[in-house]
Nanobody, 124 residues
Framework: VQLQASGGGLVQPGGSLRLSCAAS????????IGWFRQAPGKEREAVSC?????????YYADSVKSRFTMSKDNAKNTVYLQMNSLKPEDTAIYYC?????????????????WGQGTQVTVSS
Protein backbone atom coordinates (compact mmCIF):
# COMPACT_ATOMS: atom_id res chain seq x y z
CA VAL A 1 0.00 0.00 0.00
CA GLN A 2 1.32 3.41 -0.95
CA LEU A 3 -0.28 6.82 -0.65
CA GLN A 4 1.04 9.83 -2.52
CA ALA A 5 -0.26 13.22 -1.36
CA SER A 6 0.09 16.44 -3.29
CA GLY A 7 -1.51 19.82 -3.87
CA GLY A 8 -0.42 21.89 -0.91
CA GLY A 9 0.80 25.45 -1.18
CA LEU A 10 0.47 29.03 -0.01
CA VAL A 11 -2.96 30.62 -0.17
CA GLN A 12 -4.51 33.77 1.23
CA PRO A 13 -7.25 33.61 3.87
CA GLY A 14 -10.57 32.89 2.23
CA GLY A 15 -8.91 31.08 -0.63
CA SER A 16 -9.15 27.47 -1.79
CA LEU A 17 -6.85 24.52 -2.39
CA ARG A 18 -7.43 20.95 -3.51
CA LEU A 19 -5.27 18.18 -2.13
CA SER A 20 -4.88 14.86 -3.90
CA CYS A 21 -3.98 11.44 -2.55
CA ALA A 22 -3.17 8.77 -5.12
CA ALA A 23 -3.41 5.23 -3.76
CA SER A 24 -1.58 2.17 -5.04
CA UNK A 25 -1.53 -1.39 -3.82
CA UNK A 26 -5.24 -1.37 -3.05
CA UNK A 27 -8.44 0.07 -4.50
CA UNK A 28 -10.28 2.84 -2.73
CA UNK A 29 -13.38 0.68 -2.28
CA UNK A 30 -11.45 -1.74 -0.03
CA UNK A 31 -10.39 0.52 2.83
CA UNK A 32 -11.52 3.66 4.59
CA ILE A 33 -9.21 6.54 3.75
CA GLY A 34 -8.86 9.94 5.29
CA TRP A 35 -6.87 13.09 5.90
CA PHE A 36 -5.02 14.19 9.03
CA ARG A 37 -3.16 17.40 9.67
CA GLN A 38 -0.46 18.56 12.04
CA ALA A 39 0.12 22.20 12.83
CA PRO A 40 3.40 23.40 14.37
CA GLY A 41 3.54 22.52 18.04
CA LYS A 42 0.27 20.59 17.92
CA GLU A 43 -0.72 16.96 17.77
CA ARG A 44 -1.78 15.36 14.52
CA GLU A 45 -5.57 15.43 14.20
CA ALA A 46 -8.17 13.78 11.99
CA VAL A 47 -9.71 16.07 9.39
CA SER A 48 -11.92 13.89 7.20
CA CYS A 49 -12.61 10.33 6.11
CA UNK A 50 -14.38 8.25 3.46
CA UNK A 51 -15.64 4.88 4.69
CA UNK A 52 -15.63 1.73 2.57
CA UNK A 53 -18.53 0.16 4.43
CA UNK A 54 -20.82 0.51 1.44
CA UNK A 55 -23.01 3.30 2.80
CA UNK A 56 -20.70 6.02 1.52
CA UNK A 57 -20.49 7.63 4.92
CA UNK A 58 -18.01 10.41 5.56
CA TYR A 59 -16.54 12.15 8.56
CA TYR A 60 -15.44 15.75 8.95
CA ALA A 61 -13.94 17.40 11.99
CA ASP A 62 -16.14 20.16 13.39
CA SER A 63 -13.47 22.73 12.55
CA VAL A 64 -13.74 22.00 8.80
CA LYS A 65 -17.39 21.06 8.31
CA SER A 66 -19.08 23.01 5.53
CA ARG A 67 -15.66 24.21 4.26
CA PHE A 68 -13.87 20.98 3.32
CA THR A 69 -15.21 18.25 1.05
CA MET A 70 -13.75 14.86 0.20
CA SER A 71 -14.33 13.22 -3.16
CA LYS A 72 -12.82 10.35 -5.08
CA ASP A 73 -12.10 9.27 -8.61
CA ASN A 74 -12.18 5.48 -8.74
CA ALA A 75 -10.71 5.43 -12.24
CA LYS A 76 -7.63 7.24 -10.95
CA ASN A 77 -7.74 5.54 -7.53
CA THR A 78 -7.37 8.99 -6.04
CA VAL A 79 -9.13 10.89 -3.29
CA TYR A 80 -9.33 14.64 -3.07
CA LEU A 81 -9.81 17.14 -0.29
CA GLN A 82 -11.35 20.37 -1.54
CA MET A 83 -10.64 23.09 1.00
CA ASN A 84 -12.60 26.33 0.74
CA SER A 85 -12.77 29.45 2.90
CA LEU A 86 -9.35 28.67 4.27
CA LYS A 87 -8.28 30.24 7.54
CA PRO A 88 -4.82 30.82 9.02
CA GLU A 89 -5.59 28.11 11.58
CA ASP A 90 -5.82 25.59 8.72
CA THR A 91 -2.08 25.98 8.25
CA ALA A 92 -0.54 22.53 8.75
CA ILE A 93 1.06 19.59 7.06
CA TYR A 94 -1.70 17.43 5.64
CA TYR A 95 -1.39 13.64 5.42
CA CYS A 96 -3.61 11.04 3.80
CA UNK A 97 -3.85 7.74 5.61
CA UNK A 98 -5.66 4.44 5.97
CA UNK A 99 -6.05 1.94 8.79
CA UNK A 100 -7.01 -0.78 6.27
CA UNK A 101 -10.40 -0.95 7.93
CA UNK A 102 -13.80 0.08 6.70
CA UNK A 103 -15.20 2.72 9.02
CA UNK A 104 -14.85 6.38 9.82
CA UNK A 105 -13.58 8.26 11.66
CA UNK A 106 -10.05 6.93 11.55
CA UNK A 107 -8.26 6.49 14.87
CA UNK A 108 -4.69 7.73 14.58
CA UNK A 109 -3.50 4.85 16.78
CA UNK A 110 -4.72 2.38 14.17
CA UNK A 111 -3.23 3.97 11.08
CA UNK A 112 -1.17 1.51 9.10
CA UNK A 113 -0.23 3.55 6.06
CA TRP A 114 0.65 7.24 5.79
CA GLY A 115 1.26 9.30 2.72
CA GLN A 116 4.02 11.84 2.81
CA GLY A 117 2.79 15.19 4.05
CA THR A 118 1.93 18.19 1.93
CA GLN A 119 2.29 21.66 3.42
CA VAL A 120 -0.69 24.01 3.43
CA THR A 121 0.01 27.59 4.48
CA VAL A 122 -2.79 30.13 4.82
CA SER A 123 -1.39 33.61 5.15
CA SER A 124 -1.76 37.08 3.74
Amino acid sequence: VQLQASGGGLVQPGGSLRLSCAASGFTLDYYAIGWFRQAPGKEREAVSCFSSSGDGSTYYADSVKSRFTMSKDNAKNTVYLQMNSLKPEDTAIYYCATDRGWYCPLDIRGIRDWGQGTQVTVSS
